[in-house]
């Protein structure tokens, strides 16, 4: 499933629309992230993977290309949201 086409589409879908939202870090966009897909807060362990994986986007001169990155970070962690077993299953 984590790699299907259509749950990279929507992952791609997600963090294009979490580029709109008016948070101003990555930090309460991960909490932001957390809730919509999940339904809860990250763990602070969650919390500082997800960020770590947002900040190894490697830094590139050109301003559209870090934009790039940046989306393909963001979609890598909710193709990674859609995977995990909180977002499959209901208690």
């Keep these: 499933m984590l790699n299907a086409p259509f749950v990279m589409q929507q992952a791609k879908f997600a963090a294009e629309r979490a580029a709109g939202w008016p948070e101003a870090d990555?930090?309460?966009?991960?909490?932001r992230?957390?809730?919509e897909t999940l339904g809860r807060a990250p763990t602070a362990g969650e919390r500082r993977i997800a960020l770590?994986?947002?900040?190894?986007?490697?830094?590139?001169?050109?301003?559209e290309e870090s934009t790039d990155a940046k989306t393909a970070a963001w979609e890598r962690l909710f193709q990674a949201l859609f995977g995990c077993l909180d977002f499959r299953y209901v208690e």
């Design 26 to 31: 990555d930090a309460a966009k991960v909490e």
């Design 52 to 63: 770590a994986a947002l900040g190894a986007t490697p830094v590139v001169a050109r301003a």
């Design 33 to 35: 992230a957390f809730r």
